[in-house]
Structure formats: C-alpha cells, structure tokens
C-alpha cells in the first residue's frame, strides 16, 4: 500500500468517524430533547388537568347550588300549594253552609233601595210596617232561588281570587 493510498483510506476513516460522531451527537441530542419534550408535555398535562379539575369541580358546586335553590323553590311552592287548596276548601264549606241556611230560611238576602229613584218605580213602602222591625233604609227581600244563583256567582267570584292569589305566589317564587 503505497502513502497515498494510506493517506485516503485515513480521511476516509476520519470522514466516517466523523460522520458517525456528528450521528451520535445527533442522537444524544435527539435523546435529551426527547426527554424534555416529555417532561415538558408532562408539567402541560399535568396543568392541564389541574385546571380541568377546577372547572369541573366549580362546574359541580355551581350546579349543586342551583338544585338546592329549584328543591327550596318546590317545597314553596308545595306549601303554597297545599294553602290554596286549604282556602278553596274553606271557601266552598262557607259557601255550602250559607246556601244550606239559604235553603232553610235560616237567613235572608235582601237589596238596599235608592229612595231617589223614581224610575225603579218600586212599590216598598219607604216607612218601617208593623210586620218588620228593620228601621233602616228601604229593603226588598229576594227571591230564594236568586239568592242562590247570587251565592254561586261569589262562590265562583271567591274561587276566582283564590287562584288568582295563588298564581300570583307562583309568579312571585319563581320569579325570585
């Protein structure tokens, strides 16, 4: 082997060690940017999660809060509820004992009369009779079956209110 030919074969030994250190310093460097990519992704994640937890467990409170205001509103209006119906009953035993009392002429209904209106043309004597002891203004006595049908149209009038006040609970408690 002649010296040129040693010369070569040592540049390219040293061509390939060098090519191989420049891989191998490639590859360590690829290694250590591995590494701190994923610890890098690790400390993310590890955030990420942290931040995930918070939300959700804000996500969670927020969210129990709400339920114990809806079951706090239902139990309202629950009571509510059993006071309205607690007034319709009040309000139809009333209204059937006096349509009893009615119906047994325990008690009577009569109408004021305007003494001014001559139009009415009304035949009630304006002076107190020997046969009533009311010395009040002029009164005429109605009819039993009117006073019925008077009855049930404040039954209807008293029912009416009764729910228009609980509508109106329902409304105020919700919209609270």
């Known amino acids: 082997m002649t010296p040129v030919q040693k010369l070569a074969g040592l540049v390219v030994l040293i061509l390939v060690l060098m090519a191989s250190a420049a891989a191998g310093a490639w590859q360590i460097q690829d290694w250590r940017l591995g590494k701190q990519l994923s610890e890098q992704l690790s400390a993310q994640n590890t955030a990420h999660q942290s931040q995930l937890d918070a939300i959700t467990n804000e996500a969670w409170r927020q969210q129990k809060a709400e339920q114990e205001k809806r079951l706090a509103t239902e139990q309202q209006i629950a009571v509510q509820d059993q006071q309205h119906a607690q007034e319709l009953s009040d309000a139809h035993r009333n209204q059937a004992a006096l349509r009893d009392r009615l119906a047994t002429a325990d008690v009577r209904l009569s109408v004021l009369l305007d003494a001014t209106d001559t139009a009415s043309r009304c035949d009630v004597p304006t ?18 079956a009117h006073a019925q049908r008077i009855i049930d149209i404040t039954n209807a009038g ?10 109106q609970a329902y409304v105020r408690e919700v919209a609270r």
């Open 127 to 144: 002076a107190p009779g020997a046969v009533g002891v009311v010395h009040a203004a002029r009164r005429a006595q109605l009819d039993p």
């Open 158 to 167: 008293d029912q009416g209110l009764i729910a228009l006040r609980a509508c």
